[in-house]
């Protein structure tokens, strides 16, 4: 048996080109899930989920057929598993993004599972084809498995938190375009029209407050969490919030808790839940969410005993 490292180090510039390379080809997998799940709202049915090996989509529908695509960081496989029993595998190696796409879409049309993707990597500064893209070559098995347990880890700690909120709630969805896991509360109410691409207008079509993990990108490079509101309230920015390494990123427009922070605390879990409970009630009450209707303050008492007993 493996011995797991808990709350592992994973510095940007150790990790990045893996980082790269497996962005691009979550987004090949994302894409075949674009083109075949259901439109669940805010793209849920397209986002992975975390499993006890790795990172999977849904459970995808063809024909009479269901299929599921994991990315597997234990073996280092990607594998497709079928509803009539079948099983094929590709291995995690260090190969091109183009390499990576054209044995993936074989495999597929071999266990016939045809499908068509655009094939034009999103949410990137510069659009790549994925299926010419060279560039991106880059696997360091040891470095997938740290950022998969640490995003593991992480969604524990998410679900466990959105438990005091009985409003509408997302899943701990991982989203392949942003790389990136997120938790998202809802107010109920509309939110002003957004300008933007068809899925962002969606997401963002009602009030949210919203909590997530990347592993560095954007102006903040090193791995941090997240805290958000659509729309921002007017005192958002200047509010205190929890734990102190916490600092709201003007450029960005989010709060900000850097990993480093997190996993050297002597509990990580307290200090990623204090981030979420206090940029929640400040965003709550500072947009005057109907808190009383939303809110179920025991179980927030409950699920921090619950932490502190595994501490």
Known sequence: MTKIEPWPALPYDA?????????????????????????VNHSWGVAFHITPRGLSTH??????????????????????????GEE????????????FYGEMMALLNEMRLEV?????????????????????????PAFATKAW??????????TDARCSFVGKCSPANFFWGSFDLAVTRFSGRLAPPREGPAFMREAYSHEVISHGFWPGSGPVLEPSFYAYAVPEPAGFK??????RAAYYHREMGEFILPYEAVRTAASPEQEILAFIESTYERGATLAKWDRAVLDRASATAGQSARHAGAT
């Open 15 to 39: 990790w990045k080109d893996t980082y790269a390379t497996l962005h691009m080809w979550m987004q090949v997998v994302g894409k075949v899930a674009l083109a075949l799940a259901p439109p």
């Open 59 to 84: 459970s995808l529908p063809h024909d009479r057929r269901s299929f599921t695509m994991e990315f597997d960081f234990i073996d280092h496989r990607l594998v497709v598993r079928t509803s009539d």
């Open 88 to 99: 094929r595998a590709l291995k995690l190696e260090p190969r091109t993004v183009a390499d």
């Open 116 to 140: 068509k993707i655009w094939p034009v990597a999103v949410e990137i500064p510069t659009p790549i084809r994925l299926d010419t893209d060279v560039d991106h070559h880059s696997y360091d």
């Open 149 to 158: 347990r640490i995003f593991a880890d992480i969604e524990r700690v998410f």
């Open 238 to 243: 200047e509010a205190q919030v929890r734990p």
